[in-house]
């Protein structure tokens, strides 16, 4: 008996379920879909490369460029995910797909249009910086993208980024502590006036909590600003520090004073765009300084004067200036609360396609200096 029930023994196993692949939390979503985005636009540029079959030089050139940088986006993005698991298989012969119509650079502006539309959508909203820094990046460089290709077709193109900086709200409760109380007395003193909108204006910026949830401001919160195509109000990023806002206020108003100076030294058509982006980068100097509460302040950073590098084309300190620009609204991506940066990410690409069209080479990576080296 005992001989026997070892004998059948040997015939007993113990079923497990094979290995599945893992969950993706919604930061790997993001990450996937930024690579399924870009290695579908390499796609679509080399099978229009091939439609072309040699012809217009220059658009094939400009397909090849979109198909190379494509690719480069999506191998630092951390490319195909790869769980190292063994596909299942499926029996029978699977269907021959039907004929597809050739690919027209048209096709490739929407799949990039698409693409940047959805990567800058992940940058301002994901709860990892870092990616929402490289989002915004290859975002900025799919818009630039989209345009090159249009110039040389007849095709058609969404309007442009016009990115505008919040303005901070005037609370209800900080506008009645500005009344004297029942007694006829004020108890505040003039430097706490002088203070008080600096210290209103930073404390909308400090970064929440890790106990408490990001919120989401609104109007009442203490930031408004219109955003063209959006129905919902544009935020002052949460997360700015007082350092970060001076860097902002002094760089842009540096910028316009700068092209502004080159603009009085130029004429025709060169002197009048130098002079409109001047007026854009005062603009905003003056706007971030609203948002820190240091307009016109003892704490205001902005200077009469900035150096200005001598010599040179207009396009060429456009280029400097844009450049600057762009790696800062990139790092500050990545160094804001989600849900709060969409305007910073909308200023990188804004600068992207600025230098773009001041003759800058295009870049897969605009706004991150360590990549341009590679």
């Given at each position: 008996?005992?001989?026997?029930?070892?004998?059948?023994?040997?015939?007993?196993?113990?079923?497990?379920?094979?290995?599945?692949?893992?969950?993706?939390?919604?930061?790997?979503?993001?990450?996937?879909?930024?690579?399924?985005?870009?290695?579908?636009?390499?796609?679509?540029?080399?099978?229009?490369?091939?439609?072309?079959?040699?012809?217009?030089?220059?658009?094939?050139?400009?397909?090849?460029?979109?198909?190379?940088?494509?690719?480069?986006?999506?191998?630092?993005?951390?490319?195909?995910?790869?769980?190292?698991?063994?596909?299942?298989?499926?029996?029978?012969?699977?269907?021959?797909?039907?004929?597809?119509?050739?690919?027209?650079?048209?096709?490739?502006?929407?799949?990039?249009?698409?693409?940047?539309?959805?990567?800058?959508?992940?940058?301002?909203?994901t709860t990892d910086g870092p990616l929402a820094?490289?989002?915004?990046?290859?975002?900025?460089?799919?818009?630039?993208?989209?345009?090159?290709?249009?110039?040389?077709?007849?095709?058609?193109?969404?309007?442009?980024?016009?990115?505008?900086?919040?303005?901070?709200?005037?609370?209800d409760d900080a506008a009645a502590s500005d009344?004297?109380?029942?007694?006829?007395?004020?108890?505040?003193?003039?430097?706490?006036?002088?203070?008080?909108?600096?210290?209103?204006?930073?404390?909308?910026?400090?970064?929440?909590?890790?106990?408490?949830?990001?919120?989401?401001?609104?109007?009442?919160?203490?930031?408004?600003?219109?955003?063209?195509?959006?129905?919902?109000?544009?935020?002052?990023?949460?997360?700015?520090?007082?350092?970060?806002?001076?860097?902002?206020?002094?760089?842009?108003?540096?910028?316009?004073?700068?092209?502004?100076?080159?603009?009085?030294?130029?004429?025709?058509?060169?002197?009048?765009?130098?002079?409109?982006?001047?007026?854009?980068?005062?603009?905003?100097?003056?706007?971030?300084?609203?948002?820190?509460?240091?307009?016109?302040?003892?704490?205001?950073?902005?200077?009469?004067?900035?150096?200005?590098?001598?010599?040179?084309?207009?396009?060429?300190?456009?280029?400097?200036?844009?450049?600057?620009?762009?790696?800062?609204?990139?790092?500050?991506?990545?160094?804001?609360?989600?849900?709060?940066?969409?305007?910073?990410?909308?200023?990188?690409?804004?600068?992207?396609?600025?230098?773009?069209?001041?003759?800058?080479?295009?870049?897969?990576?605009?706004?991150?200096?360590?990549?341009?080296?590679?």
């Amino acid at each position: 008996m005992l001989v026997a029930v070892l004998l059948s023994g040997c015939g007993l196993r113990l079923e497990t379920p094979p290995p599945a692949e893992p969950v993706p939390d919604s930061v790997e979503i993001v990450r996937r879909t930024a690579v399924s985005d870009a290695l579908y636009v390499a796609e679509q540029a080399e099978s229009a490369v091939e439609a072309l079959d040699g012809d217009r030089a220059r658009l094939t050139t400009e397909l090849e460029r979109v198909a190379t940088q494509s690719r480069e986006q999506a191998a630092e993005l951390g490319g195909v995910y790869d769980s190292g698991l063994e596909p299942e298989s499926t029996d029978g012969t699977p269907e021959a797909s039907p004929s597809e119509a050739p690919v027209v650079p048209q096709d490739v502006v929407d799949a990039l249009v698409d693409a940047s539309g959805r990567s800058r959508t992940a940058a301002g909203t994901t709860t990892d910086g870092p990616l929402a820094r490289l989002l915004a990046s290859v975002g900025a460089a799919q818009a630039v993208s989209a345009g090159r290709v249009v110039a040389y077709t007849d095709g058609t193109l969404p309007a442009p980024v016009a990115p505008v900086v919040p303005e901070p709200a005037v609370a209800d409760d900080a506008a009645a502590s500005d009344e004297p109380d029942d007694e006829g007395t004020d108890e505040g003193t003039d430097d706490d006036a002088s203070d008080g909108g600096a210290a209103s204006a930073l404390s909308l910026l400090a970064a929440p909590s890790e106990e408490e949830p990001t919120p989401t401001p609104s109007v009442e919160e203490g930031v408004s600003s219109t955003v063209p195509d959006s129905d919902e109000p544009a935020v002052v990023p949460r997360g700015l520090t007082a350092g970060d806002l001076r860097t902002l206020i002094e760089s842009e108003d540096a910028a316009g004073y700068a092209l502004r100076l080159r603009a009085a030294r130029t004429s025709g058509e060169t002197r009048d765009r130098l002079t409109e982006r001047a007026d854009v980068h005062t603009s905003r100097g003056q706007a971030w300084a609203l948002v820190a509460g240091t307009s016109r302040t003892e704490q205001d950073p902005r200077q009469v004067a900035y150096t200005v590098p001598r010599g040179g084309r207009p396009a060429a300190l456009v280029r400097t200036v844009e450049s600057g620009l762009a790696t800062n609204y990139a790092s500050l991506v990545a160094t804001t609360a989600p849900e709060t940066r969409a305007v910073l990410v909308d200023l990188l690409v804004e600068s992207a396609v600025t230098l773009d069209a001041w003759g800058a080479e295009p870049v897969a990576f605009p706004g991150l200096p360590e990549q341009q080296d590679d």
